[in-house]
């Protein structure tokens, strides 16, 4: 499968979970924005930038974090999935990390050993296992918590 087709597949199918939990949720077409789910709250006049990173290999995610998101005046995801198909259909299913952004920048600060990756320096990717250490799989609950912050 091609990649992009493997991420439009992974942002389809993070929408779709999002829907089955009761968000309001839809897909962004292209690829020069900082969003490609929008997750609206039906109460009020909020909503949050869903940035998905679908592991093509169930070993890491590429997220090329720094340098582009480096200043926090620009416009970024408020919420990370990091997602693993699962490739076998077993039992196990599908994985989701759900991340707020500030907590993916300090996790790619981690694998960086405190280096932020300069332009044209590489590319930033997350260990799927420094994921494990560090975050809940499957905290569906993060969208809700995010969407009631001041």
Sequence with gaps: MKKELIGLAG?????????KKGFFA???????????VLVFDDQSDRFLRVEVKTSKNGRNFVTGFYPKYTDPAKTHPDLWVFYIPDRDLSVHGDK???VAHDEVA??????????????GMGCDNI?????????????????RRLLARP
């Design 127 to 143: 260990p799927l296992k420094v994921l494990d250490e560090e975050v809940k799989e499957g905290d569906w609950e993060l969208p």
């Design 11 to 19: 942002e389809m199918r993070v929408c779709a979970e999002l829907l």
């Design 96 to 98: 989701f990390y759900l």
């Design 26 to 36: 839809t897909i962004t077409h292209g690829n020069a924005k900082a969003t490609d």
């Design 106 to 119: 300090r996790i790619q600060l981690i694998v960086n050993k405190g280096n932020k990756t300069l332009a």
